[in-house]
């Protein structure tokens, strides 16, 4: 396959089912996909970036808006969930692509934090790790609760609970 060929851009209207089916097809439960569209309907999507090769969508990373609450105020950060790449292009960067896009663009747009519950050693490529997370209290805390923190002089000095869209308390 040639990377070049691989366009990482927006997601569009028209994206929306064939992400649909992308979500489907990739993971063995519906919830991904659901998520997804309840996250969509409430708002709380941020940033949702597609690949594509030639007009085939091939790819997709979503982050979502979760926040800190602290003595001072709010720190809004981002919850990436989920990132897909269709099974006939895995292994080949296109999810790293995805996500490095990503996590570039909310940094340069002021974004304080970005968190994800993930594999340590594929999400530590981008800056992601356990230590960064310790102060952030999620439902997901643990060995694969992740952070990468780029406004540490926003970040709260104590543990703070976050405050994440409703939509992923139905995923357990």
């Known amino acids: 396959m040639n990377h070049a060929a691989v366009i990482i851009e927006p997601e569009t209207p028209a994206d929306v089912q064939p992400m649909d089916h992308l979500l489907r097809a990739v993971f063995p439960e519906p919830a ?12 709380d999507v941020q940033l949702s ?36 790449v269709a099974a006939a292009h895995q292994r080949c960067g296109i999810g790293s692509r995805l996500i490095r896009h990503g996590l570039q663009s909310l940094e340069q747009s002021g974004w304080a934090f970005a968190v994800v519950l993930g594999e340590t050693e594929f999400y530590g490529r981008f800056g992601f790790n356990t230590e960064a997370a310790t102060r952030i209290v999620s439902p997901w805390n643990g060995p694969y609760w992740q952070a990468i923190i780029w406004q ?21």
């Open 152 to 172: 540490r002089d926003a970040m709260p000095r104590v543990s703070t609970n976050l405050s994440f869209p409703s939509a992923f308390a139905a995923l357990g």
């Open 32 to 43: 991904e996909a659901e998520l997804v569209r309840t996250l969509r309907a409430a708002g």
């Open 49 to 84: 970036l597609v690949a594509r090769i030639t007009d085939e969508l091939v790819g997709a990373v979503i982050f979502s808006r979760v926040e800190l609450h602290t003595p001072t105020g709010v720190v809004a950060g981002t919850i990436l969930a989920p990132v897909a």
